[in-house]
């Protein structure tokens, strides 16, 4: 099976950057195009004959359109590219817009490398269910494609924990080489005990990795990194 071809759509250069790499990072997934601006994206769409985009990652707060108005443009003109919405939006009546348009998937800004990932893995395999020849034998086989595509939450928090503070460690987490829970605690403002907490959790949970952290008298201090 050939690679899903990528269109990044997102105003702001290091986290176009950003976004390109992370996508080339899972197996299976190729950019054809960055686009920061709706004119831009249109315009790369228009112009891929031939190699078509599969799947579009938009940023919905672009300079000259909003991401829906992009997404209602490429409806009108027939496009049944499948949109994964990369953006800070959190107004629910966009979100509702966004799934009237087909958006396939929504993905809040800050956020880690392992939710992105999750995210086109749960679309490659939704789309290799979708693209496979022949009909579905039963309603199962539907509810099993959708739940491939939506998805629940892989792991339910331990009793202590919120799923805020949980998204607020992960957002330090991934902005550091690689963070003690002494750290951790110093940047968001818990309890160096509770930050460990999380952190142990994000390492069960197969979010983050932990590892020695030499080079200081003593013990080695133990440092997380997300996945």
Same mark, same amino acid.
């Given at each position: 099976?050939?690679?899903?071809?990528?269109?990044?759509?997102?105003?702001?250069?290091?986290? +176009?950057?950003?976004?390109?790499?992370?996508?080339?990072?899972?197996?299976?997934?190729?950019? =054809?195009?960055?686009? #920061?601006?709706?004119?831009?994206?249109? %315009?790369?769409?228009?112009?891929?004959?031939?190699?078509?985009?599969?799947? =579009?990652?938009?940023?919905?707060?672009?300079?000259?359109? #909003?991401?829906?108005?992009?997404?209602?443009?490429?409806?009108?003109?027939?496009?049944?590219?499948?949109?994964? +919405?990369?953006?800070?939006?959190?107004?629910?009546?966009?979100?509702?817009?966004?799934?009237?348009?087909? =958006?396939? #998937?929504?993905?809040?800004?800050?956020?880690?490398?392992? %939710?992105?990932?999750?995210?086109?893995?749960?679309?490659?395999?939704?789309?290799?269910?979708?693209?496979? +020849?022949?009909? =579905?034998?039963?309603?199962?086989?539907?509810?099993?494609?959708?739940?491939?595509?939506?998805?629940?939450?892989?792991?339910?928090?331990?009793?202590?924990?919120?799923?805020?503070?949980?998204?607020?460690?992960?957002?330090?987490?991934? %902005?550091?080489?690689?963070?003690?829970?002494?750290?951790?605690?110093?940047?968001?403002?818990?309890?160096?005990?509770? %930050?460990?907490?999380?952190?142990?959790?994000?390492?069960?949970?197969?979010?983050?990795?932990?590892?020695?952290?030499?080079?200081?008298?003593?013990?080695?201090?133990?440092?997380?990194?997300?996945?």
């Amino acid at each position: 099976m050939t690679d899903i071809r990528v269109l990044v759509v997102e105003d702001e250069p290091l986290l +176009a950057e950003a976004h390109r790499a992370y996508a080339e990072r899972v197996p299976g997934f190729a950019v =054809v195009g960055v686009a #920061h601006t709706a004119r831009e994206a249109m %315009a790369a769409l228009r112009q891929q004959a031939g190699r078509e985009v599969d799947l =579009v990652l938009l940023d919905f707060r672009l300079p000259d359109l #909003h991401g829906l108005e992009v997404c209602r443009a490429l409806r009108a003109a027939g496009s049944t590219v499948d949109v994964l +919405a990369v953006t800070s939006a959190r107004d629910l009546a966009v979100v509702r817009t966004a799934v009237s348009l087909g =958006v396939t #998937h929504y993905l809040l800004k800050p956020f880690t490398f392992a %939710a992105f990932r999750d995210k086109l893995e749960r679309y490659a395999e939704y789309r290799r269910q979708a693209l496979a +020849a022949g009909e =579905v034998a039963a309603q199962h086989e539907v509810d099993r494609m959708f739940a491939t595509l939506r998805g629940a939450t892989r792991h339910t928090l331990p009793k202590g924990l919120d799923e805020q503070t949980l998204q607020t460690v992960l957002a330090v987490l991934g %902005a550091g080489p690689g963070l003690s829970a002494t750290e951790v605690s110093g940047r968001t403002g818990i309890s160096r005990v509770t %930050a460990r907490r999380y952190l142990e959790y994000l390492v069960t949970a197969e979010r983050a990795v932990r590892a020695p952290r030499y080079g200081t008298p003593g013990r080695p201090e133990v440092e997380y990194r997300p996945v």
